[in-house]
């Protein structure tokens, strides 16, 4: 059991998806980029850039396709492998 000093220093840690990332948080194993629902800390939108990381500006919004979001390009998720190819030539 690994003796963990992470409650220790600071009464507040950010959880911006970038700062999970930096600091390598993990919730059962998964990334907790992965594992958490990362909304921005100031206005709670999950879209606005400042949940992706906290140097982007909070804009309250949670519009798809801004800015610094890691939701600025919708894509769809990735689920599995698609074994499926449209025959080409
Ligand atoms: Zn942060
Ligand atoms: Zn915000």
Redesign the pocket.
């Given at each position: 059991m690994p003796t963990g000093a992470l409650l220790a220093s600071s009464p507040k840690v950010c959880g911006c998806r970038q700062c999970l990332r930096d600091r390598d948080e993990r919730v059962n194993g998964f990334p907790a980029e992965l594992s958490t629902f990362i909304v921005?800390s100031?206005?709670g939108?999950k879209r606005?850039p400042?949940?992706t990381d906290h140097r982007n500006v909070?804009?309250?919004s949670n519009e798809p396709g801004q800015p610094g979001s890691a939701y600025a390009a919708f894509k769809a998720p990735i689920v599995g492998e698609m074994g499926s190819r449209p025959g080409e030539g």
């Open positions: 921005c100031a206005c939108c606005c400042h949940a909070c804009t309250g």
